[in-house]
């Protein structure tokens, strides 16, 4: 059974500090890998998808990377501002189209 | 706009009351997702459909039923036998997996449930 882990599951930092967001999965036969940010009693919006035989993705300030043989990704948000203070989580799609997500990351990002 | 709606945003339910939670998409998505959603918590999932007339059971799929009879549609009712309703329920879908562009799931804004 996939388990996606995402440590730490708080982050508090300083505006312009970059962040760096971590998740773990236990199994490596994935398609794809996604974050997304959710902000306090919505949905959830798409951040960065990352297909299996990609190593990263960049949007803006975003960077996520992929090491599918370690079952790691990070998220890397640069010179963060209080605006990206959200709960972070990443989801991984794996056989039988299964989306399996972990825990989150709550980040506040303080003035 | 192309989307995913979810509805209604709020509702609430007496004990012992089935209720169904909607969830549409115009995406032509064929793979639909339940998520529920504690407080502090991640998304656990509930039901999941990768084609019409398809579904799935999740990791928590006691005490919920879905229905896939249409591509658009993936309704989920949460029946009396589910103990501790109260959740935030969100809604994905997704093209399947094997699609060579463009795998992304995108959600819905989600229906708060409480039990009165």
């Known amino acids: 059974k996939q388990e996606v882990t995402q440590i730490p599951a708080a982050l508090s930092v300083p505006e312009g500090e970059n962040l760096v967001l971590n998740c773990s999965f236990t199994d490596s036969a994935i398609y794809n890998l996604q974050w997304f940010r959710q902000d306090p009693g919505k949905g959830l919006t798409s951040l960065l998808l990352?297909?299996?035989?990609?190593r990263e993705q960049t949007s803006g300030r975003l960077n996520a990377s992929l090491d599918k043989s370690s079952g790691r990704s990070t998220l890397y948000i640069a010179a963060s501002q209080p605006g990206d203070s959200a709960t972070y989580l990443c989801a991984v799609k794996a056989a039988g189209n299964k989306l399996t997500f972990g825990g989150g990351t709550r980040v506040l990002v303080k003035p | 706009d192309g989307g995913i709606t979810q509805s209604p945003k709020y509702l609430f339910r007496k004990e012992g009351q089935n209720v169904t939670l909607s969830c549409e998409q115009n995406?032509?998505?064929?793979?639909m997702y339940w998520y529920r959603q504690d407080p502090g918590q991640g998304l656990r999932l509930i039901y999941y459909?990768?084609?019409?007339?398809?579904?799935q059971k999740g990791d928590i799929a006691e005490g919920y039923s879905v229905s896939r009879e249409k591509k658009e549609s993936f309704p989920l009712t949460v029946t009396s036998a589910q103990k501790n309703p109260t959740a935030f329920y969100l809604c994905a879908s997704s093209p399947r997996a094997g699609v060579p562009l463009n795998t992304e799931a995108f959600f819905g804004q989600g229906t708060r449930l409480t039990v009165v």
């Open positions: 995406l032509n998505h064929d793979a």
């Open positions: 990352i297909q299996s035989s990609q």
């Open positions: 459909s990768q084609i019409v007339n398809d579904f």
